[in-house]
């Protein structure tokens, strides 16, 4: 089984700066923060497209037709309280968002607000790809705070030091 190459060195992983605002939090407050910029989103066609001129001897339709076979299986086991564990990526698995009930018994499904897939990353591999290892990988010499992408086109999830990415708006049609 193959597994998955690292970057090449001397790729750059593109963050941008951003200062929080959000005077309720004191400690995060005026604070500068970094988050990964995200310039495009791949769908399926895209993957298998991308997958193919990596040298895949099966042409765009096949490597299409098993990740959406992926997804539905992938889906329908998470359905079913499972795991979905990808070697050399991650384990995909259900979490649910919740309020807080005053006993046991009062907990019930309308204490359950929404429902997440997560991806855990794979921490046993050569690939370390969670935390400090995956972290130490990277080459974050550049900043999209430079000249080379415009932080007034993108936009990103809540402020604090936590994850979440910067993506691209369309700008307004004239």
């Known amino acids: 089984m193959s597994r998955m190459k690292t970057p090449a060195a001397g790729i750059q992983f593109l963050y941008g700066k951003y200062q929080n605002k959000n005077d309720k939090n004191e400690k995060a407050y005026n604070k500068w923060y970094g988050r990964a910029v995200i310039l495009s989103t791949l769908d399926t066609d895209d993957v298998a497209q991308h997958m193919m001129e990596h040298g895949c ?96 086109n993108f936009e990103g999830g809540s402020g ?3 994850g979440g990415g910067l993506t691209p708006v369309e700008p307004d049609n004239p």
């Open 160 to 162: 604090g030091s936590g």
């Open 57 to 152: 001897v099966y042409g765009t339709d096949v490597i299409k037709g098993v990740l959406e076979k992926f997804y539905d299986c992938a889906v329908e086991l998470l359905f079913q309280n499972r795991r979905v564990k990808m070697n050399g990526l991650g384990t995909l698995c259900m979490g649910l968002v919740t309020t807080g009930a005053e006993s046991e018994s009062e907990f019930g499904p309308k204490n359950i607000e929404k429902a997440r897939i997560y991806l855990l990353p794979d921490a046993t591999t050569d690939q370390q790809l969670s935390g400090a290892k995956l972290r130490s990988r990277m080459n974050f010499s550049g900043s999209a705070t430079s000249s080379f992408v415009n932080l007034d």
